[in-house]
């Protein structure tokens, strides 16, 4: 697959936009840095400064590397080609996804009085909506997608599954957005009941998809 340089350079900007931030914030940060927070947004643990202004920039790094890199193990690699568009997307919206993190963590350090529970929602809800949006055109592969041992043994099962699993992580996604306000604990459990509840129900639906198939070509 050639480079494409307008679904590149947005992560390498971010990335880099990163370690610029902590490469500037390192002298004036404080030796312990908030790096999580409970249910109730208020910050339950610290860490140093490599955890706190190092560690989310190697992820989004090491993220970006694994993604561009494992099509090419895939057996179904040449598939990538026909919906790298919308798996770029994806890639470029969790790059996102970290650099909202990280910018939270920065603010926090400093000063800055933030909802962290509504922003982390918001951002995660986000991340759903693009995947729903994204993942209707994806092709079949062993890497990306909803990877069930019955999409993975029908093309026309995984176009179905992905077209309603699309559908249903745009809802998710609203969902989670929504939740955030309610913060403390019942924003938490209705997130993971909301999360789970929706991967269980992609993958009963790609079954059911698989035996309405193999009844009807009988």
């Keep these: 697959m050639k480079t494409n340089w307008k679904l590149e350079l947005p992560q390498w900007a971010l990335i880099a936009a990163m370690f610029a931030a902590a490469a500037i914030a390192w002298p004036a940060a404080p030796a312990r840095l908030p790096v999580h927070w409970n249910a109730a947004g ?49 890639r470029i919206a969790l790059q996102v996804l970290l650099a909202v993190v990280y910018a939270v963590i920065l603010g926090t350090t400093f000063g800055a009085r933030l909802e962290v529970g509504v922003i982390v929602s918001a951002s995660v809800g986000a991340l759903f909506i693009v ?9 079949p592969n062993w890497f990306a997608g909803i990877r069930t041992p019955w999409t993975l043994s029908s093309d026309e099962v995984w176009r179905r599954t992905h077209e309603f699993g699309g559908r249903l992580f745009v809802l998710m996604g609203l969902g989670i957005m929504l939740l955030g306000f309610l913060k403390g604990m019942w924003a938490v459990i209705g997130i993971l009941v909301l999360a789970l509840g929706g991967a269980l129900t992609v993958v009963v639906y790609s079954y059911v998809a698989y035996r309405r198939l193999e009844t009807a070509s009988r």
């Design 42 to 90: 208020e910050v339950d643990r610290y860490g140093g400064r490599f955890e706190g202004l190092l560690l989310i920039p190697l992820m989004g790094l090491g993220l970006y590397l694994l993604l561009l890199f494992i099509p090419r193990l895939d057996p179904r690699r040449s598939s990538y080609a026909r919906f790298w568009g919308a798996y770029s997307t994806i």
């Design 131 to 139: 995947l729903g949006m994204a993942m209707r055109r994806f092709e």
